[in-house]
Nanobody
Framework: QVQLEESGGGLVQAGGSLRLSCAAS????????MGWFRQAQGKERELVAV??????NTYYADPVRFTISRDNAKNTVYLQMNSLKPEDTAVYYC???????????????????WGQGTQVTVSS
C-alpha cells in the first residue's frame, strides 16, 4: 500500500508560480510511474503530467508551463507550475501506478494509488 501526500498548493496571482510536491510512503517508489491530475469544481478530472518510473519519459497536457520531476531518493514527485492562469484553479492530485516497465507513461486514470489532493487557486 502506497500512501501519497500532496503539498505546496495555495493562493497565487495570475502569472505566478507554484511547486507542488507529493511524498510517497512506499520504499518501492521507484517502481511506480507518477502522475499529476487536477479537478476543477464542476468539471471532470484531467491529466496534467506524468513521469515514468525511471524519470526518463514524461507527458504534459501543457508542456510549456508545467514541469514534472521526481527524486527517487526522497520518494517525492514534483510539479512546477509557471505562468499560472485562473483556469488552472483546481484540486491537484498525485497518483502512483505500479509498473514493470520503467519507461512506461500511463495516460489513463487507472492508477493504483491516489493522494487526497491539494487546492490551487489562481486569482485574476
Amino acid at each position: 500500500q502506497v500512501q501519497l501526500e500532496e503539498s505546496g498548493g495555495g493562493l497565487v496571482q495570475a502569472g505566478g508560480s507554484l511547486r507542488l510536491s507529493c511524498a510517497a510512503s512506499e520504499g518501492t517508489f521507484s517502481n511506480h510511474a507518477m502522475g499529476w491530475f487536477r479537478q476543477a469544481q464542476g468539471k471532470e478530472r484531467e491529466l496534467v503530467a506524468v513521469i515514468s518510473a525511471s524519470g526518463g519519459n514524461t507527458y504534459y497536457a501543457d508542456p510549456v508551463r508545467f514541469t514534472i520531476s521526481r527524486d527517487n531518493a526522497k520518494n517525492t514527485v514534483y510539479l512546477q507550475m509557471n505562468s499560472l492562469k485562473p483556469e488552472d484553479t483546481a484540486v491537484y492530485y498525485c497518483a502512483a501506478d505500479r509498473t514493470f516497465y520503467s519507461d512506461y507513461v500511463p495516460l489513463n486514470f487507472d492508477y493504483d494509488y491516489w493522494g487526497q489532493g491539494t487546492q490551487v487557486t489562481v486569482s485574476s
